[in-house]
């Protein structure tokens, strides 16, 4: 299985900033990585698709860099309903798999 | 827009088969270029990608699950559906059911359910 780590695990961050997460695969997965938002109690929400394609309806704030095995999220100017978990998926070779989260904290 | 309602016991006894059905509205999962598919996530975990059916209804499993997994469809219906056998409480998690949206350089969930607890236990 392709193994997805996502660095840092959790960050504490204020209204304003730039945040930036990582992802890396242990292998090449090309461009077929997607950025997920996880609110409390609420389902994944697709933010990012083929590495840096902004999803439909998602904030510009949002970005998405990388190819190869190491990619990055990045937000802009972080918003209080960016506070949540972020995750990547590689979705190359099955089994799809996820990172392990990166919770946004407020600071 | 594409809405997707799980459905299903929230209580399994261990040993049992946990079933669940996954309702979809706005959109046919009979339509090319589309997988249906089921992803779970432990109490306080990340998530795991269980499996999905495909439009012309073959199915594909995560090797982890897969001796004990089975995703079925009825497109009468519109609904494609899990059963996991032999829970234990390791199998206690939120289900989630989930659009792919298929190509040829990216997989990705675009549309999700709002995921349903089933915990194991007697």
């Known amino acids: 299985d392709i193994q997805m780590t996502q660095s840092p695990s959790s960050l504490s961050a204020s209204v304003g900033d730039r945040v930036t997460i990582t992802c890396r695969a242990s292998?090449?997965?090309?461009?077929?990585l997607s950025w997920y938002q996880q609110r409390p109690g609420k389902a994944p929400k697709l933010l990012i698709y083929?590495?840096?394609n902004l999803q439909s309806g998602v904030p510009s704030r949002f970005s998405g860099s990388g190819s190869g095995t190491d990619f990055t999220l990045t937000i802009s100017s972080l918003q209080p309903e960016d506070f949540a978990t972020y995750y990547c998926?590689?979705?190359?070779?099955?089994?799809?798999?996820f990172g392990q989260g990166t919770k946004v904290e407020v600071k | 827009q594409v809405q997707l309602q799980e459905s299903g016991p929230g209580l399994v006894k261990p040993s049992l088969t946990l079933s669940l059905t996954c309702s979809v509205s706005g959109g046919s999962i009979s339509s090319s270029g589309f997988f249906w598919s089921w992803v779970r996530q432990h109490p306080g975990k990340g998530l795991e990608w269980i499996g999905y059916?495909?439009?012309?209804?073959?199915?594909y499993y995560n090797p982890s699950l897969r001796s004990r997994v089975t995703i079925s469809s009825d497109t009468s219906k519109n609904q494609f559906s899990l059963k996991l056998t032999s829970v234990t409480a390791a199998d206690t998690a939120v289900y989630y059911c989930?659009?792919?949206?298929?190509?040829?350089?990216?997989?990705?969930?675009?549309?999700w359910g709002r995921g349903t607890l089933v915990t194991v236990s007697s």
């Open positions: 083929v590495a840096s």
């Open positions: 998926q590689q979705s190359y070779i099955t089994p799809w798999t």
């Open positions: 059916i495909s439009y012309d209804g073959d199915p």
């Open positions: 989930a659009r792919v949206n298929y190509g040829s350089d990216n997989n990705m969930f675009d549309f």
């Open positions: 292998q090449t997965i090309t461009k077929f």
